[in-house]
Structure formats: structure tokens, C-alpha cells
């Protein structure tokens, strides 16, 4: 993510702090992010090789890996999810589409951390949710009444993190936090790297650590 | 009249149509309603078709004759009345701000830039930008050779717009889309004056601003999030303006002396470039979401004007949508009559307000291109300029001064012995310089491009190796003197037609598809020191050759079959694709990425890939210019991801034969319009030319002085004999004003695809294959 586009955003902003988390996003605070799982055979050797080598056709030196959700459309997954299922599926979920995109980063040369995230979400969506991931066989602990478990994948240069929504195929801002699918809370990183700090966008933002984005002044 | 005790406000306001591609009259004009309640606003437009004169917001409708037939001087005395009775007008559209700004000069009251300031910031150079931080992406005007044109498309990947000198922009995909557009382009504005310019790829973003007499008041960003299929915003955030921009848009426009509104279209590129695609001297149609994010950019103008300070307005948002509404249509202007459905003509017009009728009209008063023929009755020269010819190859003219030109029966395709040995010595240069390296460099010389003896015998003696794709072309390799270990067998029917097996070994053989690779496992592959399969890259999945990659199932498959080659074998893998087609830079992407499928198949396999074959359809200045020069490096990143790597070899298409051949043709009539456009009839046809449609060739003609040189352009045509509406052999020619039924022309670039795939049809005869 080039850091001119992150400047335009705000470019006369003086840096804002987070605060931590409301109570909405406690059911998911312990939550680790999602990784697929190898079978230590050929069967997932070759389906990430060939996931890999595809990133780098789709590649054009710059940007997200967009076309990762374009492949695998949002849906319900089923966990353990292998390698060799995966790359096979009709569609895939937000945290093998962010634990995906997170190793395309890395074999890009790229340092790249998972980004969990609680967003807010219409209340009456849930029961759609619910019943197409239960429908799936999957869990949906993930949804809630009006907020629901989301990730992503931060990448990190030069201190300052860009957040890739791989399910949505475009960077997030932490200005968005007011409104449907705006951040109710973010943690970028685990808890490997605390007492780390980046800025995004103009946030200061420590890792491994669940915060609210503080809202942008309107007018 | 003195504005020091701020009059009431009378706003003319142009340009109301609201429509996918809207003006920003009517966002003005709401804008201006909220800062100045009691304003009387007034619609001008010159067609009834344009939907915004009928809202609400206006007080008053000023409806003109269209601009195709409106008396300027009569209209320009009728705008002047009204601004000397204390009205402003804030012009909506390009042209109108340019007939303004040249007719009022300073006037007051009409907020417009100088004369000065409008050709600053005039397509696609935009002097003004130079002290912006914005770049201006690589542009070329369509007045220059096709020749040209095309190394232009191809060196960016025909990721190109075709533009209008004010207005409208078309996408040119492929030569033919580009002929179209520049066609298209050409008849709407009346103009030749197009250019091409580089697509840049990257988030659409736009500033909009107000100044008075040279002091920016206001400025607002902009950032599409959606368009039209236009490419028209329909929904967008408005924000402040980066300070770098904003300062340094102040000092350009106290230095233009700026009145008016203004908007820098431009694309932040993924590197973080700011690539500015245009000025527009009147404020954007989004321009009333500024005003409810904060900015009411046409209120300040108006302030700025003396009309007093405007109300203040309720900030409501900083992201806004456009909507479709139904209004009432005003009685006094009636929609015009149905037309009669059964007439094909289009229904509507991309150009409500007549833009090109008024882009037509200022040509015309600057004695420029001339107007519309059917304009008042009159009828013009509407013959386009002559277009410079372009550079020959240096041993052309030797070539055809040898070659008796005048004496051979026609149509003759001719082959031209010293530029073919200009093309081999190329290839030579290359070899040499590729020579005791690491990896061994080879070029194929691919038969089917054309399998003139002379030409095979050529690629024998500069030792290339011969790359076929049937049996057939084997043993025309085999005949030219290839032996066996100099030939590399590729396509979909290499089987065909049967035939004796050759005696040695090949250099290399790749099956076309899994298919073809399982018939090689089940009845033994050919006997090649390097065997292995054609890669189809997952960026051009079009393509019909080649194993698919593109799914994790098919790569599976892929290795298993590799996985099954006799022990011992050495493994090689192949990738072509027209480079013409994707752009050289675009090409040498896909070559980066069949390297990571390379490293992921050896992996795979377990087996190292030692033969690397890629090419494919390269233009020759782009074969000389761009592949032979970064050959070592690619080679070397080659070596790099396949550390095994033995061989590169690389098969240059029709680089090599489509310069070393010349279709010579006489004129067997030649027709001359009225309106100076010239046809010939050639006794050649689009079967001894097929590729004709595909790229400009370079066509010769005698000079006055009877020596053959190269001829322009101006929109003449070459017709063929054959009695069909495709045979066009040349659509943008400047034939020599003494042309005559049996003079000779010569038709270049004609040695590769258009003498191999050269037909029978209009001949009386068949081909031996339909009997």
C-alpha cells in the first residue's frame, strides 16, 4: 500500500489516539487468528505452491492480493480447513481469505500480521448469517446481534501499517467507524508482538492489542 | 453598476443537462440557492433535450438555438446586455468558457479565465501542471505516422485512450478499436487534432477550486468510490485538499490570473504518482456535494463578485451518491416528438447541449479545421491533413530499386534480400552477444510465419534452430538443411500429417495440452533431449493452447503427468504468447510470472527444468528494441528461478519474416471524390494481404522524381479486387495526387502471417484441400 495514498487521507490531521474496546466486542477478545492447516503431504504442498505461484501472475507489483476474494466469494468454511481443501472450495470465509492473503504477502517479500476485527453490522442480518453457516455445517460463533468477528491482514513497511480487508479486496481506514461495517474494535497483530507500535493512516496504533479507533472530526 | 451594496443576484447558469454524464449547471445552480435564497437563477442551454432545464431550482429558462445554428455575434451582444444589467454567468461547459473568455476578454460579470490561462491548461500538455505535483502521462498526437501510432499502443500495452481535443475519450484494445475510435472521434469534433494517451491505472481523484482574479478562494478533493460505465462519478468522498497541492494551486492560479471554477481531473497511481488526465475550466457536476461537505465553492465565487457574504449551510456529509429522479418537464418546453420508431437512427444524443457543433463553429472562427459540411447550407473540404510517411527500413529502397518493381507481374509478393539479411544479422548480433554464458541461448525461426527456402535457409546459415508445429513443417525443416537436433516441435497437431520419423533427435519437443502429453505417455514421446509441456499463463486464460494452470486440480494433473517422463529425461517447459498482442512491458510481466510456475513445477516434480522456450508474435522494432536488449537480464533471472536451466531459447514470431517480404500491386483505377478523398483499386486483395485489418503497413509509392518512397496519411483508401466489403488493404493513405491505373505500389511488412496464410479466394481456383 503506497504511503502517498495514506497521507491524502488525512493530511492535515494531528495524530489521534485509540481507546480500548466496548463491551460488544468481548465475546471475541480471546479469539486467535484463523490459519489453514497442512496435511504434511503433497496434496497441500502443491495446492499451496500453486496458490503461490498464482499470486505472483495476479501480482503487478503493487496493491492487495484482490483477487483472492474474486476466486473464493465470501462463505462459510469449515474448520480445520486444509491447504488442499481450501484452494478446491466454492468459497471461503474471512479468515482463510485473511490467513491466504497473509501468506501471498510474505512470499512477496512483504512483512505481513493477521488484523482481527469487530465490526458493526445490521442487528437483523445475524439470523441471515446464522442460518447459511449452520445451513454449511460451520460455525457461526463469529456473528453477533449487530456486530459481527471479522479478519484481515496488516502490512507493515517502514513502521506504518496498511490493513487489507481480503474479503471485501480493499484497505481499510481506521476513520471508518461510524455506520455498517465500521471498526467497533481492531487488534493488528498477536500477541507476539507487543510493545510494538505502527501508525495507520495517522493512528498510533499498539499491537497485539484490541483498541477502538477514536472517531474523525466531521465538518 | 457597482456591486458594493450587494444587488440582488441574477445567475446565468449553462450547462444543466443532468443526465449519466451531466454538467454542472444544475449542482451550481443548488449550490447556489442554499448560500443566496432570494438569487434569481436562469438555465441557459441549446437543446430542449437537456433535462435540467426543467427543475425547479431555476427561475427562469433561457433556452438558445443550438449552436450549429446560433448567430454568435447576435447571441454574444444578447450575453453582454445581460451582464452590463449586473447578471453573472458561470459557464458549464469547456467550449463556452473558451468562446466566452476569447469574445468578453475581462468583462465583467462573466466568470472566466483569460484566453491566456484556457490554453495553459489546454490537452493533453497542460503547461500549467508543470509547477503542480502532478505528471502528465505519455501522450502522442494522432497526427503522426500509424507507424507510430502503433509502437505507441503496443509500448503501453494497447492501455490507451484515444482523446478528443476537449471532450471524450475512447479505449483503443487492439488496432482495429483504435481506427474505430480515432474514426469515431474525428467526425464527432470535426477535428484531426486527437492524441493518444497512456492509461494509468490507480484510484480516479479529483480537486475542485474557485478563484476571482487570480486568488484561490476554495478547493475540495474528491475520490471516486463508484462511475458509470462512462467512467462518470456516481458516488464519491469530498475532503481537504493535500497542502502540497493546494499551495501549489494558488501560485499557478495567481500566476493564470484565474477567474472561475476549475477542476484537475487526475489518477493516484499505485507508486503514488499523481498523474493529471485533465483541467476543466468550470466547476465539476459533483460540485453541490463540496457544498454540503462545507465548501460551497460557487458561493464563494459569487462572493467573491461583491454579491455579499452567502448563508451559512449545515455541514451533512462528507460522502455523497447521485440518485435518478422524475421532475415534471416545464410546460413551456415540451419533450420533442417521439421519433418515428421505425427510423434506425440513433435516439438521444451523448451530447445534449451540442457541444460539437460549438467545438466545430470555434474551429471555424479560427480559421482552423473547417465545419460542419451541413452547417448553413455549406459544403466544406472536409479532407483530413496530410499525416507524415513513415521511416522506411534503411535497405528498403535498395530492395526495391533491385527488385524491377515495374516490370514484375502483379500481384507479386516479393521477397527483399537485404532487409531479410538485416533481420537474420540481428539475430546473429544476439547470438554472439549470448554466447558462453551459463545458460546456452537459442532462437527458433518459427516455419509457419514463413517457409520461403530462402528465408529457411537464411535461419539455417545465422543458426537458428527451426521451431515447427506439424509434421509437415518438420520435413520442411528437415529439407532446408535443420538437422534433427536443431529443431523444436511444438503446436496442437504435430502428428500431422504422418510421416518417417526423423533420424535424430530433436532439440525439443513440448505437448500442446495434457491431452496431448497422456498420448505421448500411452504411445511414446518423440524422441527430443529436452521433453515437456506449453504453459498457458494464468493472465491470458483466453488463449486456447497450452495446459492450464489456472486451477489447483489442473497444476495437480500437471505435475503427476511430468512426474511420469522416463527417468533420464530432461524436462523443459514452454511459453508463448503474441508479444504484439499484451504490449512488451505486459509480456515481459507474464514471462516473470511463467518463471514462479516454472520453480512451482520443478518442485513438483521433483525433476529440474533445464529448457526454457518462450516467445511469441513480437513486432521487429520491438524485437530489436525491447527483447534483445534485456535479453541478459532475463536470462539471468531465468537462471535465478530454475537454478538447472541449460537452455533459453527464444522464438521471435514474425520479427524475423515480416519485414523480408513486399506485396507489389497495380492500380487498376483510381476514383476521386468531390471532397478530395481519393480511392484505388489494386489488383491485389485482402487474401494476399490477410493481416491488412491488424497493423499499419508501410506503403510505397513513386515520387515525382519516380524514386519509391513511403507514403502518408490523409484518409484515402486502397480497395482490393476482390468483389467483397472487407477487402480494405489501406483505409488512411495519402496517395500520390498523380496516381494512375497502372501505376505500382508496394505494400510492406507483408513477409510474415500475410504471405503464410496468403488464400485463393476471387483467383477462379481452389485449394487442393477442399477437393
Known amino acids: ?219 | 453598476m457597482s456591486r458594493d451594496t450587494h444587488p440582488p443576484l441574477t445567475c446565468y447558469l449553462s450547462g444543466v443537462h443532468s443526465g449519466p454524464n451531466p454538467s454542472p449547471g444544475l449542482g451550481v445552480a443548488r449550490s447556489l440557492r442554499e448560500a443566496y435564497p432570494h438569487a434569481r437563477l436562469v438555465a441557459v442551454d441549446y437543446g430542449v433535450e437537456s433535462s435540467g432545464l426543467h427543475s425547479e431550482i431555476f427561475d427562469e429558462v433561457w433556452l438558445q438555438r443550438p449552436w450549429k445554428e446560433i448567430r454568435l455575434p447576435v447571441y454574444l451582444a444578447a450575453v453582454q446586455e445581460v451582464l452590463d444589467g449586473g447578471a453573472l454567468w458561470i459557464p458549464g461547459q469547456d467550449l463556452e468558457v473558451e468562446w466566452l473568455a476569447e469574445s468578453l476578454a475581462r468583462r465583467g460579470g462573466a466568470l472566466v479565465p483569460p484566453p491566456a490561462a484556457l490554453h495553459a491548461v489546454a490537452k493533453p500538455r497542460i503547461e500549467a501542471a508543470a509547477a503542480l505535483p502532478f505528471e502528465i502521462p505519455p501522450f502522442v498526437s494522432a497526427d503522426r505516422p500509424d507507424w507510430e501510432l502503433h509502437a505507441f499502443l503496443r509500448e503501453h500495452g494497447w492501455r490507451v485512450w484515444v482523446k478528443g481535443p476537449n471532450y471524450e475519450a475512447m479505449r483503443a484494445g487492439d488496432w482495429p478499436s483504435f481506427r474505430y475510435a480515432r474514426a469515431v472521434l474525428a467526425d464527432t469534433w470535426g477535428t484531426e487534432s486527437l492524441f493518444l494517451q497512456r492509461h494509468v491505472p490507480g484510484a480516479e481523484e479529483s480537486v475542485a477550486f474557485c478563484a476571482y482574479q487570480g486568488e484561490l478562494l476554495d478547493c475540495v478533493h474528491m475520490r471516486k468510490h463508484t462511475q458509470t460505465h462512462e467512467g462518470k462519478t456516481w458516488a464519491g468522498a469530498v475532503g481537504p485538499v493535500e497542502r502540497e497541492v493546494a499551495q501549489a494551486l494558488a501560485a499557478v492560479l495567481a500566476a493564470l490570473e484565474w477567474t472561475g471554477g476549475g477542476e484537475l481531473e487526475y489518477v493516484r497511481a499505485p507508486d503514488g504518482t499523481l498523474n493529471l488526465i485533465d483541467w476543466n475550466p468550470r466547476f465539476p457536476a459533483w460540485i453541490h456535494a463540496a457544498s454540503f461537505a462545507g465548501h460551497n465553492l460557487p458561493a464563494r465565487l459569487v462572493e467573491a463578485a461583491g454579491f455579499g457574504a452567502p448563508a451559512a449551510a449545515p455541514f451533512r456529509g462528507r460522502q455523497f451518491t447521485r440518485v435518478v429522479m422524475e421532475i415534471p418537464v416545464l410546460a413551456a418546453y415540451p419533450l420533442p416528438a417521439v421519433r418515428d420508431p421505425l427510423d434506425d437512427a440513433a435516439v438521444g444524443s451523448k451530447h445534449p447541449s451540442g457541444m460539437p457543433d460549438l467545438a466545430r463553429r470555434l474551429a471555424e472562427a479560427r480559421g482552423g479545421a473547417p465545419a460542419d459540411p451541413r452547417a448553413n447550407g455549406k459544403k466544406h473540404d472536409r479532407r483530413p491533413r496530410r499525416r507524415p510517411a513513415p521511416t522506411p527500413p534503411a535497405a528498403m529502397q535498395w530492395d526495391l530499386d533491385e527488385a524491377l518493381v515495374d516490370e514484375l507481374p502483379t500481384p507479386r509478393r516479393i521477397l527483399l534480400p537485404r532487409t531479410a539479411q538485416e533481420r537474420f544479422a540481428q539475430v546473429e548480433r544476439a547470438l554472439a552477444a549470448g554466447a558462453g554464458g551459463p545458460v546456452e541461448l537459442g532462437f527458433g525461426y518459427s516455419v509457419k510465419t514463413n517457409p520461403h527456402p530462402s528465408l529457411l535457409a537464411l535461419a539455417e546459415r545465422t543458426g537458428m534452430l527451426a521451431e515447427v508445429i506439424s509434421g509437415a513443417e518438420l520435413r520442411r525443416a528437415l529439407e532446408a538443411g535443420f538437422p534433427a537436433e536443431r529443431v523444436v516441435l511444438n503446436g496442437p497437431a504435430q502428428q500431422w500429417p504422418a510421416g518417417p520419423e526423423p533420424d535424430g533427435e530433436l532439440m525439443a519437443a513440448f505437448a500442446d495440452s495434457p491431452q496431448s502429453f497422456a498420448r505421448w505417455l500411452d504411445g511414446g514421446p518423440p524422441r527430443a533431449r529436452y521433453l515437456g509441456l506449453r504453459l498457458r499463463p494464468v493472465t491470458v486464460e483466453a488463449s486456447r493452447f497450452g495446459a492450464s494452470l489456472g486451477a489447483p486440480e489442473r497444476f495437480a494433473e500437471t505435475l503427476a503427468q511430468l512426474r511420469a517422463l522416463p527417468a533420464g529425461q530432461a524436462l523443459g517447459l514452454h511459453f508463448h504468447f503474441a508479444s504484439d498482442v499484451l504490449g512488451p512491458a505486459r509480456w515481459f510481466e507474464v514471462f516473470e510470472s511463467v518463471l514462479h510456475w516454472a520453480a512451482a513445477i520443478q518442485d513438483g516434480v521433483g525433476r529440474p527444468v533445464r529448457c526454457l522456450d518462450v516467445g511469441g508474435g513480437w513486432f521487429p522494432d520491438d524485437f530489436d528494441r525491447e527483447l534483445i536488449p534485456a535479453l541478459p537480464e532475463r536470462i539471468a533471472a531465468a537462471a535465478e528461478a530454475l537454478p538447472s536451466l541449460e537452455r533459453f531459447m527464444v522464438e521471435p514470431g514474425k520479427a524475423i519474416a515480416q519485414p523480408a517480404m513486399a506485396l507489389v500491386t497495380t492500380v487498376l483505377e483510381v476514383r476521386r471524390g468531390k471532397d478530395g478523398a481519393v480511392e484505388a483499386v489494386v489488383d491485389a486483395a485482402i487474401s494476399d494481404l490477410p493481416m491488412a485489418p491488424f497493423y499499419p503497413h508501410r506503403v510505397y509509392g513513386h515520387s515525382a522524381a519516380g524514386a519509391w518512397e513511403p507514403l502518408g496519411g490523409r484518409g484515402d483508401r486502397l480497395l482490393g479486387r476482390i468483389c467483397m466489403e472487407t477487402d480494405i488493404l489501406a483505409s488512411d493513405l495519402a496517395l500520390p495526387d498523380t496516381l494512375a491505373a497502372g501505376d505500382r505500389l508496394v505494400i510492406g511488412d507483408a513477409g510474415a502471417y500475410d504471405a503464410s496464410m496468403a488464400y485463393n479466394f476471387g483467383r477462379g481456383v481452389l485449394d487442393d484441400a477442399c477437393c
Open chain 1, 1 to 219: 500500500m503506497p504511503a502517498a495514498e495514506t497521507a491524502a487521507r488525512r493530511p492535515h490531521a494531528a495524530p489521534a489516539a485509540p481507546a480500548a474496546p466496548g463491551a460488544e466486542c468481548a465475546p471475541w477478545a480471546a479469539c486467535t487468528p484463523s490459519a489453514l492447516a497442512h496435511h504434511g503431504a503433497d496434496c497441500c504442498t502443491a495446492a499451496r505452491a500453486w496458490f503461490l505461484a498464482m499470486d505472483r501472475s495476479m501480482w503487478r507489483g503493487h496493491g492487495g492480493p484482490g483477487w483472492i476474494a474474486r476466486r473464493w466469494p465470501w462463505g462459510p468454511s469449515q474448520w480445520p480447513l486444509h491447504w488442499c481443501d481450501a484452494v478446491k472450495a466454492e468459497e471461503l470465509d474471512c479468515g482463510a481469505h485473511a490467513f491466504m492473503t497473509l501468506e501471498a504477502f510474505r512470499a512477496r517479500g512483504i512483512r505481513a500480521v493477521p488484523v482481527q476485527l469487530v465490526q458493526r453490522q445490521e442487528a437483523h442480518h445475524q439470523a441471515h448469517w446464522l442460518g447459511r453457516w449452520s445451513g454449511a455445517g460451520a460455525s457461526s460463533a463469529w456473528a453477533g446481534e449487530g456486530v459481527a468477528y471479522h479478519e484481515a491482514c496488516a502490512t507493515l513497511v517502514d513502521g506504518r501499517a496498511e490493513v487489507w480487508d481480503s474479503t471485501v479486496g480493499a484497505w481499510l481506514s481506521p476513520e471508518h467507524v461510524r455506520g455498517v461495517r465500521s471498526i467497533a474494535a481492531v487488534r493488528i497483530g498477536g500477541p507476539e508482538h507487543a510493545g510494538e507500535t505502527v501508525a495507520w493512516r495517522g493512528l498510533c496504533v499498539p499491537m497485539g492489542v484490541w483498541i477502538t479507533p477514536p472517531a474523525p472530526r466531521e465538518g
